[in-house]
């Protein structure tokens, strides 16, 4: 059975760091592409990074420096490391194989000045 979940949402002071993870079940992290998206409140939904089946990454301009995307092959985890929080990361965070339907419910995360 396909199953993406995040966590590692929360609320949390604007300069501080937080850990999202999308545990994966049904296929192998390392074999596809995985992208984290957010989706503020009034927002569209923006890509936040993306990490491909060669191990790259690329990160969104607006998140550049601050956010990291990795996979943990042992977890079957895909990971994103969220450093130097601002007010404007404040939205729920998904998880996605890369161009497919399969997606996680979202973890809320909030930042407060």
């Known amino acids: 059975q396909v199953q993406l979940v995040e966590s590692g949402g929360g609320l949390v002071q604007a300069g501080g760091s937080l850990r999202l993870s999308c545990a994966v079940s049904?296929?192998?992290?390392?074999?596809?592409?995985w992208r984290w998206y957010r989706q503020g409140p009034g927002k569209e939904r923006e890509t936040v990074a993306t990490?491909?089946?060669?191990?790259?990454?690329l990160n969104a301009d607006s998140v550049s420096g601050r956010f990291i995307i990795s996979r943990d092959t042992d977890k079957n985890t895909v990971d994103l490391q969220i450093n130097s929080l601002k007010t404007e990361d404040t939205a729920v965070y998904y998880c996605?194989?890369?161009?497919?339907?399969?997606w996680g419910q979202g973890t809320q995360v909030t930042v407060s000045s």
């Open positions: 049904g296929f192998d992290v390392s074999m596809y592409a």
């Open positions: 996605n194989r890369l161009n497919t339907r399969y």
């Open positions: 990490i491909f089946s060669d191990g790259r990454t």
